[in-house]
């Protein structure tokens, strides 16, 4: 047995805009990477046509013998049903939907498939080997034009009853907040997420307030960034925004830590990484004052996510890795991954 | 096989003033039952004798074999080390700290012994055989003098790191709302537990709104219940204070849903029972409100709990049988316990 070569998962993580496939070994380490436009003008047999061949020439590329993949991990920006085996639709995929992409994969590469929603990958693969590195219970939160969560409770991902859970970003903690995407009122989204710290920032420009952001913003487009930018160089309008944005990142994030006691929660997306250097330090205080007395801290990391945008890709690597270890995949059994 | 006698789980819950026990079979029927005052004057190892003495005596009373039972499961109102073998201390318990009650009840009864927090104990007796019958995600929120919550992911009890997890009564849905016992501001137990209701009512009396409340009051204490009395006679600031409590409940609601998606969550504790017939309707449309639309609610009911005071007492059942099912109770894992 010790001479069977290391079994690999075939890994795809399809974004709005971008496609990344790789070669993911059981200890998480991609061995070989691809990324291409996604392919938002193909109907799913074709993209999944498409993902066959830039499979097998990675694998020619990196010499890597094709009988070595035990299955295929496939990450999707879209809405999965709650067996995960439909795409319902994915944002800019084209007029398709309910394409049945498990059973698509599973034909093309004769190989088992397993699915995942993006932000639940990107979980998985942070508490397994980024940022929460063995954590059984972690909490990865996606701040950038949206706010969302992958939860994972006893080393797998939270789905729920139908698969929904999750949505942190939708959670009210304003009864009397702005009005959000969803309808409701007050969600941390609406509060928290990078078009809220630009619409505080253009709300005191309106207001005469004096700023840097104003001349920042001549430059380009008025963002999160300008105010992290502007925050940076001691602006007191600027700085007055971040405040508030910690304390509702405070609250959202307290409250996920009061209800589920997760081991570390890792911030990912292009707001909380972009303005990492400001919002974090202060963030942990703002938590622990949202936090009840028994709530110790020094047990609940609040750190930042280290896989960048390879977290969906490496999480892939993971649903496949945990479906061989609970040995639902028996021809792979003999591979024995821990 | 089929003429072993059906086995049975010696189940206690211990509250602040009372004790229950019982003998549990694997359906969740309890056989005999018995209830006595808290015994707070005792040290743990008298407590665990005199547990012995009255289980003894009711499956003597019962005509129970003892043979029978298969191991003890212990729900109590104190808190619980991580590893749920300490009870660190107990409300009304009397001087003692860190008791080790696993071990004391392993050796005094000769079994398998599993604690767990009452939240958590009633969550998973509601959860087995009450209002969730078979639910594999299921919160039982308790409404009462706090806010508590015990929830159960994937058919257990979701614990979390360190064993905090379910503390939804302390989850922050009004930034700016009153100062919380734990030191917070805002909390759902805040805004929503039976003196908010009792607070709103002494208020508006105070302001010199005309209201039912004042002369209800004068007959017993101003509580929620008072406030449910008055809103039964269509008394309009009664109604106004429980239009309030609908919002609050129904936000720290929708908020466990959008996080958790479970299949169902029933509410227990006395402000919830005592005010159902004002509260649940409404409430369920409150919920509605709050939750984004992409959640069908159809698929999450939001229902009373139905084991009233035994539903601790019968989770504490189902712990004996989740462990004996798992094959870690060995000599008696011949009784196959579905």
New interface residues.
Partial sequence: MSSLPEPLAACVDIGGTKTLIGLINPEGRVLARDRFPAANHLAPPEQVAQLVEKFHALANGAEVAWERVAGVGYSTAG?LNSERTLVFASPNQGNWRDAPFKALLEEAFHLPAYLEMDANAAALGEAWFGAGRGS??FVYLIVGTGIGSG?V??G?V???????????G??????DGPLCN???YGCLESLAAGPAIAQRARAAIQQGRKTLITELAEASELSAETVFRAARLQDEVACAILDKEI??LG?GI???I??????MVALGGGVAVGGADLLLPPLRRAVR????????LE??EITLSRLGDEAGLIGAGRLVWQEIQRGTVANFSQYNVK
Avoid: K, M, S
């Fill in positions: 809405f059984q219970h939860i409770v006893n797998e939270l789905h729920g009853w139908r698969g929904t859970a999750g949505e942190i939708h959670t009210t903690i304003e009864p969803c309808g409701n304390d509702y609250i307290a409250n996920v009061t209800l589920l006691n997760p081991q004052r949202r936090c009840g007395a028994w709530i110790d047990h609940t």
